[in-house]
T-cell receptor, first 117, second 115 residues
Framework: DAGVTQSPTHLIKTRGQQVTLRCSPK?????VSWYQQALGQGPQFIFQ???????QRGNFPDRFSGHQFPNYSSELNVNALLLGDSALYLC????????????????FGAGSRLTVL | AQSVAQPEDQVNVAEGNPLTVKCTYS??????LFWYVQYPNRGLQFLLK??????LVKGSYGFEAEFNKSQTSFHLKKPSALVSDSALYFC?????????????FGAGTQVVVTP
């Protein structure tokens, strides 16, 4: 049973460019969250998608946007890249009902490492 | 607002000795608390969680954590550390009043277990 899969694993962009990161949740999971993990820091919540809608958003600018598809997969888009956007971007998924019940155990992918030059 | 503090950047312990990784939290109400572990080039893996009830929570790979409401702490412990426990450990908190349950992570503690 495949867990959470993310692509690409590594990518390099230059300032001002745009990037799209992709995530397939674990089989049976329906909620997807995105986190940014800068070097030496803990993951920071970006946003969460459920039923193809953004349900909650962290303290990130509008340059960060996302989408969830009917098959529960998700994309994270970042426009006008800045040097400070260099980080590991983690996708996590949750089984149905867990988010609202409180149990909230996240299954993480290995991440997409973005380097902005 | 919720926050998590992991006061130690790194913990060094000899194999076979007890391991403790400290975590304190701040949240407006009663928290849900979690520990995750991250190995190099891997995503985070769930270890254990505190929801309610017994303050001592047992998790994966022999780890346990004790919830202390008066000290707002949730320290991770293992009675006998293994070299394979060397990894980056994250404490996380969720505010029970937050319907959608975003997690606030600490900065992480690097655990180094020497043979």
């Amino acid at each position: 049973d495949a867990g959470v899969t993310q692509s690409p694993t590594h990518l390099i962009k230059t300032r001002g460019q745009q990037v799209t990161l992709r995530c397939s949740p674990k089989s049976g999971h329906d909620t997807v969250s995105w986190y940014q993990q800068a070097l030496g820091q803990g993951p920071q919540f970006i946003f969460q998608y459920y039923e193809e809608e953004e349900r909650q958003r962290g303290n990130f600018p509008d340059r960060f946007s996302g989408h969830q598809f009917p098959n529960y997969s998700s994309e994270l888009n970042v426009n006008a890249l800045l040097l400070g956007d260099s980080a590991l971007y983690l996708c996590a998924s949750t089984p149905p009902g867990q988010v609202l019940s409180g149990a909230n155990v996240l299954t993480f992918g290995a991440g997409s490492r973005l380097t902005v030059l | 607002a919720q926050s998590v503090a992991q006061p130690e950047d790194q913990v060094n312990v000899a194999e076979g000795n007890p391991l403790t990784v400290k975590c304190t939290y701040s949240v407006s109400g009663n928290p849900y608390l979690f520990w995750y572990v991250q190995y190099p080039n891997r995503g985070l893996q769930f270890l254990l969680k505190y929801i309610t009830g017994d303050n001592l929570v047992k998790g994966s790979y022999g780890f346990e954590a004790e919830f202390n409401k008066s000290q707002t702490s949730f320290h991770l412990k293992k009675p006998s550390a293994l070299v394979s426990d060397s990894a980056l450990y994250f404490c996380a908190v969720r505010d029970r009043t937050d319907s959608w349950g975003k997690l606030q992570f600490g900065a992480g503690t690097q655990v180094v277990v020497t043979p």
